[in-house]
């Protein structure tokens, strides 16, 4: 009988030191400690005219950051010039009263504007009854490079508008 228990409470004994561990607290660490890589604080490297061996010789590309293109307001503001289509013009005496008729991709009706209207990236500057004169600027108003886009209303075969 007094085996039976001696057994029990060895038994019980192991069990709990199984179950529940007991914590080791941790020590700080020592010089002896730090990992074999470790490179100290103070460390420079010192070139000697060689190249440090740990840096790559052939940098990295810098990231190009591509910007979205800007939702494009709707409308006659919304077509770019490269996309703009002469329709025809409607001329008068009064040259203020020149109307351009301007035909966009994917619009279901034609554009009519006038001199000084605005397209999304140029000005109508002139409207003759032979060319219309576009002056380029940026999408919000500015202009980058001060230049002209004449486009012919009615080209011959094989001729482009500029």
Request: glycine content about 6%.
């Amino acid at each position: 009988m007094m085996r039976r228990v001696f057994l029990i409470s060895i038994l019980v004994v192991a069990t709990s030191l199984a179950l529940f561990p007991q914590v080791q607290p941790e020590k700080p660490p020592t010089p002896d400690d730090t990992p074999v890589l470790t490179v100290p604080k103070d460390y420079r490297y010192n070139a000697r005219g060689r190249r440090d061996p740990f840096v790559n010789p052939v940098p990295k590309p810098k990231e190009t950051v591509v910007v979205p293109p800007a939702a494009r307001p709707p409308g006659l503001r919304g077509v770019l010039v490269t996309e703009a289509q002469v329709a025809g013009v409607v001329t008068s005496k009064e040259p203020s009263m020149n109307v351009v008729i301007i035909g966009a991709p994917g619009a279901k009706t034609p554009y009519f504007a006038r001199v000084g209207d605005q397209l999304y990236d140029a000005v109508v500057k002139s409207i003759t009854l032979e060319t219309v004169t576009f002056a380029v600027t940026g999408p919000t108003g500015e202009a980058k490079t001060p230049r002209d886009i004449v486009r012919l209303v009615r080209p011959k075969p094989g001729e482009e508008n500029k």
